[in-house]
Protein backbone atom coordinates (compact mmCIF):
# COMPACT_ATOMS: atom_id res chain seq x y z
CA UNK A 1 0.00 0.00 0.00
CA UNK A 2 3.05 2.37 0.76
CA UNK A 3 4.50 1.92 -2.58
CA UNK A 4 2.11 2.95 -4.76
CA UNK A 5 1.91 6.27 -2.50
CA UNK A 6 6.01 6.35 -2.58
CA UNK A 7 5.68 6.12 -6.36
CA UNK A 8 3.20 8.97 -6.88
CA UNK A 9 5.02 11.07 -4.30
CA UNK A 10 8.29 10.60 -6.68
CA UNK A 11 6.14 11.56 -9.35
CA UNK A 12 4.60 14.56 -8.37
CA UNK A 13 8.12 15.59 -7.40
CA UNK A 14 10.12 14.69 -10.65
CA UNK A 15 7.18 16.43 -12.57
CA UNK A 16 7.43 19.80 -10.20
CA UNK A 17 11.39 20.19 -11.51
CA UNK A 18 11.83 23.26 -13.42
CA UNK A 19 13.31 22.59 -16.31
CA UNK A 20 16.64 24.37 -17.44
CA UNK A 21 16.28 26.91 -19.98
CA UNK A 22 18.09 26.05 -22.89
CA UNK A 23 20.34 29.33 -23.56
CA UNK A 24 21.71 28.97 -27.71
CA UNK A 25 25.12 30.10 -29.04
CA UNK A 26 23.93 29.93 -32.51
CA UNK A 27 21.39 32.99 -34.18
CA UNK A 28 20.09 30.52 -36.71
CA UNK A 29 19.37 27.63 -34.64
CA UNK A 30 17.70 29.83 -32.23
CA UNK A 31 15.36 32.07 -34.80
CA UNK A 32 14.73 29.06 -36.10
CA UNK A 33 13.06 27.31 -32.89
CA UNK A 34 11.85 30.55 -31.68
CA UNK A 35 9.89 30.52 -35.09
CA UNK A 36 8.91 26.78 -34.60
CA UNK A 37 7.26 27.52 -30.92
CA UNK A 38 6.18 30.76 -32.05
CA UNK A 39 8.19 32.56 -29.18
CA UNK A 40 9.51 36.35 -29.19
CA UNK A 41 13.66 35.59 -29.57
CA UNK A 42 16.00 36.94 -26.53
CA UNK A 43 19.19 38.08 -28.31
CA UNK A 44 22.10 39.03 -26.24
CA UNK A 45 25.70 39.85 -28.51
CA UNK A 46 28.41 39.93 -26.64
CA UNK A 47 31.57 41.57 -27.11
CA UNK A 48 34.68 38.95 -26.92
CA UNK A 49 35.95 37.27 -23.81
CA UNK A 50 38.94 38.88 -24.47
CA UNK A 51 37.31 42.18 -24.03
CA UNK A 52 38.11 44.85 -21.18
CA UNK A 53 34.11 45.67 -21.80
CA UNK A 54 31.11 44.22 -19.76
CA UNK A 55 29.53 40.84 -21.04
CA UNK A 56 25.51 39.74 -20.25
CA UNK A 57 26.65 35.97 -18.77
CA UNK A 58 24.44 33.19 -18.83
CA UNK A 59 24.59 33.27 -15.03
CA UNK A 60 22.67 36.91 -14.81
CA UNK A 61 19.82 35.64 -17.15
CA UNK A 62 19.30 32.86 -14.79
CA UNK A 63 20.08 34.16 -11.32
CA UNK A 64 16.76 33.90 -9.80
CA UNK A 65 13.53 31.63 -9.84
CA UNK A 66 11.70 34.49 -11.06
CA UNK A 67 13.77 35.55 -14.11
CA UNK A 68 13.74 32.04 -15.29
CA UNK A 69 10.44 31.71 -15.30
CA UNK A 70 10.26 34.92 -17.08
CA UNK A 71 12.76 33.45 -19.80
CA UNK A 72 10.48 30.52 -20.28
CA UNK A 73 8.27 32.78 -22.78
CA UNK A 74 11.48 33.23 -24.86
CA UNK A 75 13.95 31.38 -26.67
CA UNK A 76 16.90 32.76 -25.70
CA UNK A 77 20.43 33.28 -27.57
CA UNK A 78 23.91 34.17 -26.09
CA UNK A 79 26.30 35.05 -29.24
CA UNK A 80 29.62 35.59 -29.27
CA UNK A 81 30.86 38.50 -31.41
CA UNK A 82 34.62 37.09 -31.57
CA UNK A 83 33.24 34.22 -33.60
CA UNK A 84 33.30 34.49 -37.45
CA UNK A 85 29.48 33.69 -37.27
CA UNK A 86 28.90 35.60 -34.16
CA UNK A 87 30.26 39.17 -36.15
CA UNK A 88 28.16 38.27 -38.88
CA UNK A 89 25.20 38.01 -36.64
CA UNK A 90 26.41 41.37 -34.78
CA UNK A 91 26.77 43.02 -38.14
CA UNK A 92 23.59 42.08 -39.12
CA UNK A 93 22.20 43.95 -36.24
CA UNK A 94 24.20 47.14 -37.28
CA UNK A 95 26.93 46.40 -35.55
CA UNK A 96 25.60 48.58 -32.28
CA UNK A 97 27.92 49.14 -29.13
CA UNK A 98 27.95 45.87 -27.58
CA UNK A 99 26.51 44.34 -25.06
CA UNK A 100 23.66 44.56 -27.22
CA UNK A 101 20.39 43.22 -26.35
CA UNK A 102 17.05 42.78 -28.26
CA UNK A 103 13.93 41.22 -28.29
CA UNK A 104 12.88 39.56 -31.80
CA UNK A 105 8.80 39.77 -32.01
CA UNK A 106 7.08 36.30 -31.39
CA UNK A 107 6.97 36.01 -35.58
CA UNK A 108 10.84 36.63 -36.02
CA UNK A 109 9.95 39.82 -38.25
CA UNK A 110 10.38 43.47 -36.23
CA UNK A 111 12.39 43.80 -32.82
CA UNK A 112 10.84 45.40 -30.52
CA UNK A 113 13.54 45.88 -27.69
CA UNK A 114 17.32 47.04 -28.64
CA UNK A 115 19.66 48.48 -26.40
CA UNK A 116 23.12 48.58 -25.73
CA UNK A 117 22.77 50.11 -22.06
CA UNK A 118 24.01 48.18 -18.86
CA UNK A 119 20.98 46.23 -17.51
CA UNK A 120 20.55 45.94 -13.87
CA UNK A 121 18.40 42.86 -11.86
CA UNK A 122 15.05 45.16 -12.04
CA UNK A 123 15.77 46.23 -15.72
CA UNK A 124 16.33 42.38 -16.90
CA UNK A 125 12.86 41.62 -14.85
CA UNK A 126 10.79 44.89 -16.57
CA UNK A 127 12.35 44.12 -19.78
CA UNK A 128 11.12 40.36 -19.89
CA UNK A 129 7.94 41.03 -18.57
CA UNK A 130 6.83 44.03 -20.65
CA UNK A 131 8.27 41.61 -23.69
CA UNK A 132 6.94 38.30 -23.35
CA UNK A 133 3.72 37.83 -25.45
CA UNK A 134 6.42 38.80 -28.00
CA UNK A 135 3.94 41.56 -29.82
CA UNK A 136 4.76 44.86 -31.26
CA UNK A 137 2.85 47.88 -30.03
CA UNK A 138 3.00 50.89 -32.31
CA UNK A 139 3.44 54.48 -29.95
CA UNK A 140 0.89 56.19 -29.44
CA UNK A 141 -0.24 59.04 -32.13
CA UNK A 142 2.17 62.52 -32.22
CA UNK A 143 -0.41 64.95 -30.57
CA UNK A 144 0.19 68.09 -32.12
CA UNK A 145 0.03 71.53 -31.49
CA UNK A 146 0.13 74.72 -33.43
CA UNK A 147 -0.92 74.94 -36.91
CA UNK A 148 0.13 72.70 -39.46
CA UNK A 149 2.20 73.88 -41.86
CA UNK A 150 3.02 73.04 -45.51
CA UNK A 151 1.00 69.99 -44.78
CA UNK A 152 3.79 68.66 -42.38
CA UNK A 153 3.34 67.88 -38.54
CA UNK A 154 5.57 69.51 -36.14
CA UNK A 155 6.10 67.39 -32.96
CA UNK A 156 5.61 69.04 -29.89
CA UNK A 157 9.15 69.98 -28.25
CA UNK A 158 10.45 67.31 -25.71
CA UNK A 159 7.92 64.53 -27.19
CA UNK A 160 9.22 61.16 -28.28
CA UNK A 161 9.23 61.88 -32.08
CA UNK A 162 11.63 65.44 -31.61
CA UNK A 163 14.88 63.16 -31.34
CA UNK A 164 16.56 61.52 -33.77
CA UNK A 165 16.71 58.37 -32.08
CA UNK A 166 13.74 56.76 -32.27
CA UNK A 167 13.11 55.79 -35.92
CA UNK A 168 11.08 53.13 -35.56
CA UNK A 169 11.31 48.97 -35.38
CA UNK A 170 14.31 47.54 -37.56
CA UNK A 171 12.50 44.92 -39.98
CA UNK A 172 14.89 41.71 -39.61
CA UNK A 173 14.66 40.87 -43.85
CA UNK A 174 17.93 39.50 -44.34
CA UNK A 175 17.82 37.53 -40.88
CA UNK A 176 18.48 34.25 -42.77
CA UNK A 177 22.06 35.21 -43.77
CA UNK A 178 22.92 34.54 -40.35
CA UNK A 179 22.59 30.89 -40.67
CA UNK A 180 25.67 29.90 -42.80
Not at 107 to 127: F, G
Not at 135 to 159: D, E, F, K, N
Request: aromatic share 6%.
Amino acid sequence: MNAPVALLCLAAALASGTSEQTIHTDYGTAWKEAQARHLPLLVVLNPSPDSTGSRVENELLTRSQHRRDLLANYVVAVIDTSTEKGERVWKQFGSAPLPRVSVIDKNQKLQIHRASAPLVAEDWNLLLEKHRAGLYVPPPPAVVSGPIVSGTIRPLAGSYLAGPQLTGPFVMQSAANCFT
